[in-house]
């Protein structure tokens, strides 16, 4: 990452379909390790192919969904996808994991992509830092903010990432959503 040499392994994918595939996963996980935390997926009402290094692209969603789970000792995550057609010559995904967990403490967010950034006792804080590398190396952009409504008690983060569609790609399949 450092030498700006990251290898990918592009292939063609459906990014519904992997994601979707993840999530149960760590459901199976979810329920295994006795955490109170309910995952839920909405997949896009499109099947939205990607060209990208899916092993990567795992990682990067993984890492989220495990961080998410890590800082949601009890509550939701919800993982969503769409897709967003503000620029029609270049339309791409957007992934989005929303947890209501403690949120991301403010002495750290302005710096979460960077290397070394952590505030939990577990790991390096090196993933948001890989994360950030492998979604900016497929040409998309990953952000994250809190969420803030105190009047209601919601807390938590919600991270954000694009991925630029295949030419060609992004059809409409209405069975997803049914």
Partial sequence: IESRSLKLNKELFDLNEI???IVEDYKTIIIKDNH?????FKPSNYTLFVQADKERIAG???NLLSNAIKFTKKGEIFVSIRK????????YAIVTVKDNGEGIDPEILPKI??????KSYEGLGLGMYISKNIVEAHEGKIWTENKNDNKNG????????TLPLSKGMGTSNNNIDK
């Fill in 19 to 21: 994601i979707s595939n």
């Fill in 36 to 40: 109170s935390v309910k995952l839920y």
């Fill in 60 to 62: 990067v969603i993984s």
């Fill in 84 to 91: 967003e057609n503000s620029n029609s010559i270049n339309p």
């Fill in 113 to 118: 992509f960077s290397k070394f950034v952590t």
């Fill in 154 to 161: 919601n807390r938590g983060a919600i991270f954000y990432f």
